[in-house]
Every structure is written in structure tokens, then in C-alpha cells.
């Protein structure tokens, strides 16, 4: 064992109680500078390189213990880290490690959801502060979050690119209206929220003005890779595996089962060594194209999986509650995928990155990517 994971071993035995609070846990993994190890001593790290930063990984994952590696899944924080004044990080940046924070995505527009440059949520300075009028969709934990990572347009006479500026918004304020939206499994995670002359102040920009949309791709990179390596799994704790279902059902043995079957945990090996490879070539501040790759194959994952289950159940899959867990978690798991083919980018906008970005294949014709925004039409 090597002298740091002895460290962090040591440290784990005297601090990590299985079931205690996990509010004052974060607290305590924050200040011992273990929840982004990679990150700057100044901004609550240790500056540790990406392969000593796993080592903490590895020894928090060995008992159990949750808190750490936050430096590469913090969607906010990174973003904070990367792209704030010093003041905002020194006002946000511990309470989003801590978990006392919370956050939303203020992206997709109703007529802008794959493509975001084409936004028209409006942000007007006044004074120190931004006025924003607009409407935002598909807003995850809008009702509950104390800022929301806005992207708005700041300039209408520049392509529409060129444009836009990324801010925190407060979001409990009077100009801040949030409508749940009812999802097709019963749910309401997702809301639409309406802007009306909401406040952002100044301070609160991320980038340099009309930047905005660089600062979104780093966002956006960071998202798409948490989606691509954890997406949410079945509403019920089941113990059996696919495996286990296909033994239950009395057909390990069928030869197309089986290939069916393969694919997938192929597929979800090959995702985790993709995933690994992203993330050691995404530094902080950046992008990385590779994500997508990712995120494409965790949509494609998750239908397999849906697919599988349904095969598995036959007849019974028809069946849904309480009563009937495994036939309720293959309607869920059917039905949830698609969130997974349109948050972050759909599937669709991944194979245009890919194709263009990984693959070099000529890009799609844009007639309104020069023109500005101002003057582009929308229906």
C-alpha cells in the first residue's frame, strides 16, 4: 500500500461512520481537502495528479464512503473553478462542495433545446446588476435550487455564438417562476421557468462577456460525462442482475439471449474505458469531445437494457406497481431511457460532434451561423 493510500486509509478509520450524517460528512471530507484532491490547495484541494487522486478514489469506494473525486463530477463547482471571479468562488464555492448549495441547469429554451446558441432568453445590464427576461425548459430540481447556471443573450447584433453570457441566477427571487412539467413514468423532475425581469449581479458572470458559450461547452463536457458514466437505474433496489433474470427465467441458455446479453455488459465495459480515457484527457477549463462517445453509448445501454428486461419478462411485462417489481422497473427503465437520449444533448447532436469533432467528417451546412442574431429568422 502506498504512503497516500495509507493516509487516506487512517484518515477513513477515524473519521467514516457507515449511516451518520452525510450533510456533516461532506463537511469534514471537504475541510480534510479530500473532495477534490485534484484540484489547487487554495481552492480546497490537495493538487494531487489524476492517477494519486484515484488512489483517494479507491479508498473511499473500499468502505464505502462517499465524498471525494468531486473534481471530476461536480458539474457546478468545476465550472465555477474554471471559469469565476475570485470572489464568486470564494462566495459559492465550498457550500456547492458541501452540499449546502444547490443548483440548476437555466439552458434549453422551447425553441432552443438542440440547438442553445439559438437562445433568446434576454440578460440588459443595469447598474451592477443584469436584467433577465425569458423562459427556460427541462429545468431539473428548479423549485428547489438556490441558483441556476444561466445561459442568456447579452449581444443580438454578433452571431449567435458570439452572443451569449453564462451567469449564476439567484433563483429565489420574485422574478422566477417555476412550473413543474409531468413526465411520462408519473414523475415531475423536469420544470419550465419563467424570467421576468429576474436580477443576476454582475459578480455573477462566468467568462468574459458574450464568452458565454465557451464557458458552456466546458459545462456541458462535464455533464455529458457524468451521464455517460452513471445514468439513473431501475425506482427499486432489486437483487436480481440481468443474468439472474435470465436464470430465473429459464433461458441463460438461449444462444440470442445470451448475445443480446453480452452486448450489453460489452458495451458497458467498453463505456467505462472510454469514460476513463475522456476524463484523463479533460483538463480543467476545457472540453472534450470524446464525451460524447460516452454519453451516446449510455442512452444506447439503457434501451438494450429496457429491451432486454422486456424480452426476459414476456407477458409479465405488461404488469406495473408494488405488486410486480420487476415488470414495474422494465416499464420505468423503457420509458426513462429516452431522458438519457435528450438531456445533455441528444443523441442526435452527439453523432454530429462525434462525426465532426472525433471522426473529421465535414461538418453540416449552417446558413445562420455568420449572420447576426438579430436577423435570423425563427418561426
Partial sequence: MSDLAQEVSA??????????????????VVDARWAA??????????????????????????????????????LYANTLLSFGTVALKQKLLRGLLCGEITMC????????????????????????????NGQKVWTSTAATADYGMLIARTDWDVPKHQGISFFFLP??????????????????????????????????????LNEGWKVLQTALAYERSVMGERARGPRRQNTLDMIGMARQAGRL??????????????????????????????AQGTSSSIMSLGKLAMSRILHEEARLRTDLLGAASLLEGPEHPLSDDANFLTLNAYFTSIGGGTDQIQRNIIGERVLGLPKEPEVDRDVPFRNVRSG
Fill in 11 to 28: 484518515w477513513l478509520a477515524a473519521n467514516w461512520q457507515p449511516g451518520g450524517d452525510p450533510k456533516a460528512w461532506l463537511v469534514k
Fill in 37 to 74: 484532491p485534484r484540484w489547487p490547495v487554495e481552492w480546497f484541494g490537495r493538487a494531487l495528479p489524476d492517477h494519486q487522486a484515484r488512489i483517494v478514489e479507491a479508498e473511499f469506494a473500499r468502505v464505502g464512503a462517499p465524498g471525494t473525486g468531486q473534481d471530476r463530477t461536480h
Fill in 105 to 132: 441547469l437555466l439552458y434549453s429554451e422551447p425553441a432552443a433545446g438542440s440547438d442553445l446558441a439559438g437562445i433568446r432568453t434576454r440578460a440588459v445590464p443595469q447598474g451592477d446588476h443584469w436584467v433577465v
Fill in 171 to 208: 433563483m429565489k427571487q420574485p422574478g422566477v417562476d417555476v412550473r413543474p412539467l409531468r413526465q411520462i413514468t408519473d414523475e415531475a423532475h423536469f420544470n419550465e421557468v419563467f424570467l421576468t425581469d429576474a436580477l443576476v449581479p454582475a459578480d455573477n458572470q462566468l467568462g468574459a
Fill in 253 to 282: 441458455a438461449d444462444p440470442v439471449l445470451r448475445q443480446t446479453l453480452a452486448r450489453v455488459v460489452a458495451l458497458r465495459q467498453l463505456n467505462a474505458l472510454n469514460t476513463a480515457r475522456a476524463k484523463a484527457d479533460l
